[in-house]
């Protein structure tokens, strides 16, 4: 067997942690032979959850931390004052070697401070953008950022649009993908003060293959590969995918089950239903990568379920064994 990929997962971060982060672990274990997983937590309520489970023992690992940061902390305190909390060690073990990739559905603020303090930045990497994918009719778009640099400089975007180029050529297999601003117009004259100083930047930078603005209705249509915003917008449109999402799932579902004719209809549409519909599951590729620090940091959805902690982890192994840091790393030396 070659190397494992160890992660260290904040099995009590989330709304249902650590039921979900412990079902998750083992899930991503018995699906990956490449893994080890080392559990960070209150020994004592892990050690109960996972004797509900059977597994491989040397494959999964608990790590006692007595103190829990919770989601309306002040991450920069919290960070501070809770060292032996479960994302603060996670974390540090990532900082010493420990552990190649940090996983949490626990508090976003305290993950960013900590990434970015604890990991730490990749040489030359201005900003560390979150960078979720999400689902197009084409297949998957790389939304960066969408949650950790709210007043990003044009400089920070012309990064993000690099970084996400590397991740989308190396773990999504697309060559060469396309790059758009997320703009309120076409045109290159609009846009507020940020996009109209980035725009020139994308468009002169040789090694990103910029297509120009993007309106964030032909985002769900797949118009571009990568989608650069500062973290505001693309928050707003991550949450607005996820709104419309549920509630066109929920819309549907009650027009099926409206009248007897449409339920029968339903019947018959089932299974191609579930399958296409489960094209559109934004837990389907597991949680939002922290791009440019020195190690892997993952953030998945505070509600995450054990199906998106599994992939979250599992994602963990594919982004290691291609090396997205130093592949990242080596990108941005060339500035």
């Known amino acids: ?93 990532v900082n010493h070697g420990e552990a190649d990739a940090y996983v949490s559905a626990g508090s976003t603020g305290a993950t960013l401070v900590g990434g970015q303090i604890i990991v730490g930045r990749l040489k030359g990497v201005d900003r560390a953008p979150l960078a979720p994918l999400i689902p197009t009719e084409k297949g998957n778009s790389l939304l960066i950022d969408c949650g950790a640099n709210v007043d990003a400089r044009a400089n920070h975007l012309v990064q993000f649009a690099k970084m996400g180029t590397v991740y989308m050529e190396n773990i999504m297999g697309i060559k060469n993908p396309t790059v758009a601003i997320v703009n309120i117009g076409a045109e290159e004259e609009k846009g507020n003060a940020l996009v109209k100083e980035t725009f020139p930047l994308l468009k002169n930078c040789p090694d990103i293959n910029f297509i120009g603005s993007i309106e964030a209705r032909d985002i769900p249509a797949g118009y571009a590969d990568i989608i650069v915003c500062e973290a505001f917008t693309g928050n707003v449109i991550l949450k607005m995918y996820e709104g419309v999402a549920k509630s066109l799932v929920n819309v549907i579902k009650k027009g099926l089950m409206s009248s007897l004719k449409s339920k029968i209809g339903a019947l018959l549409i089932k299974d191609d239903l579930k399958k296409t519909l489960g094209n559109y599951s934004l837990e389907k590729h597991g949680g939002a990568p922290m791009l440019g620090l020195k190690g892997l940091v993952v953030k998945t959805h505070g509600s995450s379920s054990d199906i998106e902690i599994k992939n979250s982890i599992l994602q963990c192994v594919t982004f290691t064994e291609q090396k997205i840091s130093e592949k990242i790393s080596a990108k941005i030396s060339q500035e």
């Open 1 to 93: 067997m070659s190397e494992l990929v160890r992660v260290a997962v904040d099995a009590m971060g989330g709304d249902n942690a650590p039921v979900a982060t412990v079902k998750g672990a083992v899930e991503a274990v018995a699906e990956s032979n490449a893994l080890k997983v080392f559990l960070v937590g209150k020994k004592e309520v892990l050690e109960k959850e996972l004797s509900a489970y059977s597994y491989d023992k040397n494959r999964i690992e608990i790590v006692d931390a007595t103190e829990v940061i919770e989601m309306a902390e002040p991450p920069v305190l919290a960070i501070r004052t809770k060292k032996d909390s479960s994302i603060v060690k996670a974390m540090y073990m």
